[in-house]
């Protein structure tokens, strides 16, 4: 038992001692950003995110230099990573709307996959977890229904919590079946005809808009803009939302 | 200049006379594919109103009467002259005439005509006009198979004039088009729609000048500037912008009776306008011109648990309408809702004028003094060339009431929801992995509950078997056994025998027709049978006290009736 403490105590000490350059570098980011360095920053905010120390906060102050940096496709990625982290945030999503008004972009263009709202949803309620807890729960009042036949409530609560659990689970399912979904950051970017940098461009697309991935290749995303248009763009035009971003290219 | 074959007949004057009547063509020898003019003159007072078409020979009448009337005065003394024109085509080639016209007591004599083969009049070149017809042109002009031209091509042109042509991006430019004329016009419009490309527009009122213009001199003549229109300009990119020519179409005044007005297109000349860049700040979003702020609440003092309207306001001269958000506003210890924009601007040659006011409702929630921190705003201040940034001062406001006491510190705001100044509302916490981002794969909870309804099918399924297991004990006996059973019960019950020998033929009667009960079986069935033969144990077993015959038949008959129902 001993042992199992102080193994516990030395995992918590390395976790505080890795996390604490993160915090460090965060720090240093903000500062950057307040001091109107806002392309230091951004790289700064890029690396952390690329070495897993995601969070909405992150993405929050991404987006804040973005922004002050005029890059507003890449300011509504940003907080569009950050609803995704943490769909509860309640400014993130305030300042989504304010950033889509200012884009002039339709409340559609920024949200072609209606199942993905399912998932935030799922995500924020935990409806994950709330299947499962009601899906044990059906399984252990199915089995003391058989244990004891003479007891009748068993059986009801078996099938109440099963269907429950079921429809719990029916959200997150359906929304693992959505298309992932990118931003275009950079204004004007070409929508090419093959994954190739020698492709031909077939048309441009919006900054800021929100388009479907349908497939990738490389640092090279398909996908499809709100008129219909399907083609190739460099991930560098187009940033995932699902994923964090690549590290930043030289 | 056209020349005119006059038959003039100066009638005698007579006392009563007081008008003169003149009878004239505008040729004496034509061709039959040409027109005549024929005019018939009336200078004077007393004529009749009608004068009769003379008696025509070898002519008809194709055109006319077209009247005119002209009034002067000559030294004092005012004449009047009526005209009545006609359009006459010859029939044949030979002799023509036109009779004597007759008015009142006066008459022109009668005027011949020779009429030739083919055309007698010289061609007259057409006139180039690059609208086509015009609808208002001289009817005669067809009619007498010539047109008629002005003078010289008219003397105006329209330019477009810049108040300056270096500013910088979002600087108010005024944009001035003028006719300059010294010809009459009667219309004007554009012939295409002007471009400004780089420009954010504004329309200003039409220019109220003098309505005859005011005096220009255009390589040593002179003429009149008539503005017609102006436009407020803002550059939205720097760079060398250029405004390509306007092209207008200009519809000329009628100078005469005869005379066909027209159309005639002028252009302005391109204009070039150079535009820099604005400087960078942190907190400054473009506004440009000359601008005061100003915030205020509604009220200082509020109970807790109502609101209170903080406005910011903006007023002064500039591109006022580039202003799109106000300052974000954070209040320590109240909650600042999105706020409402109200504008009232009006276009001035100097820009854009008048103010913008945001309105952010402000709920307190918690009581005690709180403050709304000063509000920043930069602008670019084009008098003194540089960004200016200034902040309103910080408003005080009291809560009074709730539950908290009054001068306890209030609560922090959370990171990122404030917003202080023209600084970036960062956050300080990293706050990584947030429990909702922790969910679990899609394919992770399919399987998941593809396995709960799995084990709840295996529950359902041993259920089942076991069911089928006691249905297999207890299955029905075979209609021989329960024959032969009943047949036991019935010499049971009727035959004289022991009660040993009357429980043991009951005992074996249920033993064929239900076989073994499990001891675990509670159905109704098992629980009966297990009844009988408990009670055929007793009669078996118990002492001999007495007489037995009628428990004995008591039971076969409820063993019989077992059997019936069961087996």
Redesign the interface.
Known sequence: MKALRLALVAAALAASVA?AP??DR??EA?EL??A?DYPKAIALYGELSASG??????Y??WA??AA?RGAQGEALWALLRAR??????R?VV?DVERLRE?LNLDPAEIAPEPLAAA?RA???F?L??V??VL??L??LA??LA?AAPGLRWPGGA?WAT?LL??MA?AV??A???SRPTAVVVRRGAPLLDAASPTAEATGSLREGEVVPVLESSGAWLRVEDNAGARGWAHVDDVRRIDAAPTPPRD | MRRLAIALALVPALAEASFTLRSEVDARRIGVEDQLQLTITVEGSGAPDEIPLPALTNLEVVGGPYQSTQVSIVNGRMSQSRSHTYALQPRAVGKAEVGVVRAGDQAAPAIAIEVVAGSARPRQPQRQDPFGMDPFGDPFEEMLGRRRSRAAAPKLLVEAVPSRTRLRVGEPLLLTYSLVTQASVADLQFKEPPQFAGFWVEDLERPQGSPSGEAATVEGESYRRFPILRKLLFPTKAGTLTLPATTFRIGLARQGFFDAGGAVERATNPVTITVDPLPDAPGFSGAVGRFRTSSSLDRDVVPLGEAVTLRFRIEGTGNLKWIDRGPEVAVAGARVFPPQAKSDLRATSEGITGSRTWESVVVPETSGALEVPPLPFSWFDTAAGKIVTVETPPLSLRVEGGTVAAGLPVPAPRPGALRSGGSLPLRADLDRHPASSLALPGRTLFALAGLALLLHAALWGAGRWRAGARRGASRAASPRSVRAALAHLERAGREPMSKEQAASLVEKALHEAFGEVPEDDESERARAVRALLEDGRLVRYAPQLGQYEDRVKDLAARAAAVVRRWA
């Open positions: 996390a993160a915090v965060f720090r903000n950003a307040r109107g120390e995601e969070s909405a906060s992150l929050w102050n804040q230099a002050a995704e982290l943490d769909p509860g945030d400014a305030r200012s998932g799922s995500r924020r935990r994950d977890l299947a499962l899906l044990a059906s399984l199915h089995g058989r078996a099963l659990g079921l689970a997150p399912l929304a693992s079946l």
